[in-house]
């Protein structure tokens, strides 16, 4: 029997300490630092969350190597753990490593299980892990934009073929950038629905188009909904004319939110102009629709979101969403953002989404 009310956030003080950029100036590098959830769980504190009785602080399991090794390669698992024993190395343009780089990663496919333990035993209704570092670009043999493991590739890797759950699940990948690395792993099995909105800028190489529809069995199963530069709220939240349907029609027994928060307006990384409304309509309508189609059953996962200032006010929105309280957005986010700034090109994508997955859904019409 779910415990309707309750909802756990993940927490571990490492991800408040540990693996600390290693520049003294701002650079895309450095904005993947242990102050993200420090800042977090302060503004959390400070608005009482965590005196919510319906809220829960859960503690994150640890996972031993053999569970990476599920989604990445050996050679992968090794040089993280190599570099990181010799405290510090940089894996291409878009990956550091210092000394604890290689536990913390751990850590966070530890927690991103427990998350979704959680909820799937009945234990909360929703969770959220709040952890770093991020994971969505991280592929099985490939560390990648500042992500070292897939924690949530490696979750449902993790679940297939350790606890033989074969139940379908959908994955929402609303990170400003697309889910490149997370993706390719469910590409084409059926049993995952993949639905990414990002930003349409294409830098993760080259994929992203609305036309890359799964393959295979899993052909319709991944859904690309790239939005355009400086999308605004109203924008942002035209996506979920496709995706209610499509979610509605899947019916997963529960749903993962890949949730990046990079499209805020004052993020130093993504470049759309979303502000915390967003993130909390958005939660609202999906907590609807999943209580209509899984009992509820919803697991935050947190990718990126490098602002200070925005990541803690977004998390914040979400759960007040998902706590059915009331959300006022705080006042420093009263920016004048023309409402529809995108609305004709969100309609012409919408318009070609529905003309491509026509063929394999039949409440898209
Ligand atoms: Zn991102």
């Not at 510090?88 to 343009?93: K, T, V």
């Not at 209704?125 to 500042?146: D, T």
């Not at 969403?321 to 420093?332: D, W």
Request: proline fraction near 4%; charge should be negative.
């Amino acid at each position: 029997m779910i415990d309707k009310n309750k909802i756990g956030i993940i927490v571990d003080e490492d991800f408040t300490t540990k693996n600390v950029p290693p520049y003294p100036y701002p650079t895309f590098l450095s904005y993947e630092t242990p102050l993200r959830i420090k800042a977090v769980l302060n503004y959390l504190e400070k608005t009482d969350v965590f005196k919510n009785e319906r809220i829960i602080k859960i503690e994150p399991i640890t996972v031993e190597e053999d569970i990476i090794y599920l989604a990445h390669t050996k050679y992968l698992v090794n040089s993280i753990k190599s570099l990181s024993g010799r405290g510090a190395g940089l894996l291409g343009d878009e990956v550091f490593i210092t000394e604890d780089t290689f536990d913390l990663a751990k850590k966070a496919v530890g927690a991103s299980i427990t998350s979704i333990n959680n909820v799937i035993n009945n234990e909360v209704n929703q969770s959220f892990a709040l952890i770093r570092p991020p994971g969505h670009h991280a592929l099985r043999e490939k560390s990648s934009g500042l992500c070292i493991f897939n924690n949530v590739a490696n979750s449902i890797i993790f679940l297939r073929e350790e606890l033989q759950y074969t139940k379908k699940i959908a994955i929402i990948d609303i990170d400003a950038h697309f889910g490149d690395g997370l993706v390719q792993y469910f590409y084409d099995d059926p049993s995952v629905l993949y639905f990414s909105i990002h930003e349409y800028d294409f830098v993760e190489g080259e994929i992203g188009f609305i036309d890359e529809i799964g393959t295979g069995e899993g052909l319709g199963k991944s859904i690309n909904f790239p939005i355009p530069l400086n999308s605004t709220d109203n924008d942002f939240l035209e996506t979920i004319e496709i995706l209610e349907p499509v979610l509605r029609e899947f019916k997963p027994e529960f749903i993962i939110i890949a949730a990046g928060f990079d499209m805020y307006y004052a993020d130093p990384i993504g470049n759309c102009l979303l502000t915390s409304f967003s993130y909390y309509k958005f939660t609202e309508k999906l907590l609807k629709i999943a209580e209509d189609i899984c009992e509820g059953k919803m697991v935050f996962i947190l990718e990126g979101g490098y602002s200070l200032i925005g990541l803690p006010v977004c998390i914040h929105s979400v759960i007040k969403a998902l706590l059915k309280e009331r959300y006022e957005r705080p006042l420093f986010e009263c920016v004048d953002f023309s409402a529809d700034a995108k609305k004709s090109e969100i309609y012409k994508i919408k318009s070609a989404l529905k003309n491509l997955l026509v063929t394999y859904w039949d409440s898209i019409v």
